[in-house]
C-alpha cells in the first residue's frame, strides 16, 4: 500500500506548493484514479515516487516503510511505475526493454532467469506488445511506444502499480483495454494509481477518486461522490453536466459548449 500523509512540495524558488497537504491512501485491490485540471499537481506525487523531489513536510510510506529513505532498488521490486513521459537515451530491442523491468530483482543475469523470463512473457501478453517483439525502442508509434512502457512496468511487477496518463496516445480499443487491465490487476491484489484526464473512463473503472485543484484535494470519495457537476465545473473553470450513462451505469461528464452558456 502507499500512503501520502500530509505530502507538501515545492519545486525550488516556486512562491506555492505545486502539492498542499494531500493525504490519501492507495491500497492493494483497488484502483485510485488522481485527476485535476493541468498543473494542479498530480504528475508531482509521482515524481515523489520515484523520488526526483524532495518533500518539504509530510510523508509517504510503501508497506509500512519510509519512501524517501527506502534504497530505490527495494521501492523498485515493491512498485513500478509508468511515468508520464521518457525517451529513451540510446535505443534498445524492445524485449531487452521490457527486461529492464527484472533488474531491481536480481544481479548481473537478471532478466534472464526461468521467473524472470515468465514474468517477461506474461507482461508481453498482457500488455499486448507481442507484434513489436522484433523491433526497437525507436521504431514504435507513440501509442506502441506507451504500451511497452506497461509491459515493462508490469514484468516489473510488485504489490503497486503507479501510471501517468497511460491512455495518451492510445487509440479507443487499445485504451479500453489498459483500463480493463488495470481493473484485472486491482482484483488480483494489486494496488493501482492512476493518474488520468479521462474523467469518464475513471468513473467507469476506478474504486476511489482524489480530484486536485492547485496542489490540494478538492474532493475525494467513490466516483458517484466525486463525479458532482457543481464540484468539477468550479474545478475545471468550464461549464459542464453530469449525468448517468444508461449504457454503462456511470456518471457521465459532459463539457458544454463555451464558458457561461448551457
Ligand atoms: N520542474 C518544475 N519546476 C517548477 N515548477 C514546476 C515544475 N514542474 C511542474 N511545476 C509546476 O507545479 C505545478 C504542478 O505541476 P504538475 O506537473 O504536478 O501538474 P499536473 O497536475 O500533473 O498537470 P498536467 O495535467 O498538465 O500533467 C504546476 O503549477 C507546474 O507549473
Redesign the pocket.
Known sequence: MIRFTDVVMR??H?AAP??DGVSFDVPPGRITAVV??????????V?ALLGRLPLERGAIALDGRDLMTMPRRDVATQMAVVA?REEPVFPLPVPEYIALGRHPHGGPFSGRSPEDRAAIARAVQRADVAAFADRSTDQLSGGEWQRVRIARALAQGGRSLVL??PTTFLDIAHEMAVFELLDALAREGQGILL?S?QLNLVARFADHIVL?HH?RIAAAGTPAEVMRGEVLERVYEWPLVVSRDPAVGAPVLVPLRGRGTR
Open positions: 519545486y525550488p516556486a505545486a502539492v485535476g485540471p493541468n498543473g494542479s499537481g498530480k504528475s508531482t506525487l515524481r508520464q501517468d496518463e493518474v484526464h486536485l496542489g
